[in-house]
């Protein structure tokens, strides 16, 4: 069976500080990989999606940015983090797009 | 542009019947897809219609109209369990999905 992992689960960051969140995937072969946000009571807001190693799609401009090293592998990073950055991270993988998987999340608070 | 529109906030007692609908308008389509959240927790999928009918999963079904741009979510014999947020996404170009703002459920004994 196939399983996604995050971590770290909580994370509280200073204004300025850098960024590295990690998502694996285990179980599945070139699946296609998000990364959304979603703040405090609000609906899910697609950052970043990969079809494959290398392959990044962009979907808001920001100071985040986002890495595919691996198959199953997809990371978020950030040089400097705002205060606006602050939210619920969640990594999801995908066979079809209309059906993806969750992570547990990341809660990140920007101090 | 693209949007999707859904209740805010929907209130039904234990064992009843509550529908949540969802109208979307989108540039392309592929599919409607339905995700349960629960506080602090991630979503999970629920169920996903690429032709027009009901699809019966369980206790939860979904319905799509593409000619309609509308869909619904139905759940029967409610529980206290039941109690989340539930997301209609469209996926609207391949492979990604557009999000609702979500339908806060909460089931009252």
């Known amino acids: 069976s196939q399983t996604i992992h995050q971590w770290p689960a909580t994370l509280v960051q200073p204004v300025g500080s850098p960024l590295s969140l990690e998502c694996t995937v285990e179980?599945?072969?070139?699946?296609?990989l998000y990364w959304y946000r979603q703040a405090a009571g609000r609906g899910l807001q697609l950052l970043f999606y990969s079809v494959g190693i290398g392959q990044i799609s962009s979907e808001v401009p920001q100071n985040l940015s986002a890495s595919r090293p691996q198959d199953r592998q997809f990371i978020l990073s950030s040089k400097k983090l705002l205060l606006s950055d602050s939210g619920f991270y969640l990594c999801?993988?995908?066979?079809?797009?209309?059906?993806?998987?969750f992570g547990p999340g990341t809660r990140l608070t920007v101090l | 542009g693209q949007s999707l529109e859904q209740p805010s906030e929907v209130t039904a007692v234990e064992g009843a019947i509550v529908q949540i609908n969802c109208t979307y308008q989108?540039?392309?389509?592929?599919?409607l897809s339905w995700y349960q959240q629960h506080d602090g927790g991630a979503p999970t999928f629920l169920s996903y219609?690429?032709?027009?009918g009901l699809e019966e999963t369980g206790r939860f079904s979904s319905f799509l109209s593409r000619s309609d741009s509308y869909g619904y979510l139905l759940l029967q014999e409610l529980q206290m369990k039941d109690s989340a947020s539930y997301f209609c996404a469209v996926e609207g170009a391949t492979n990604k999905l557009i999000f609702g703002t979500g339908t806060l459920l909460a089931v009252q004994p």
């Open positions: 999801a993988w995908s066979v079809q797009g209309g059906t993806q998987y």
């Open positions: 989108t540039s392309g389509f592929y599919g």
């Open positions: 219609n690429a032709l027009d």
């Open positions: 179980g599945t072969s070139n699946p296609n």
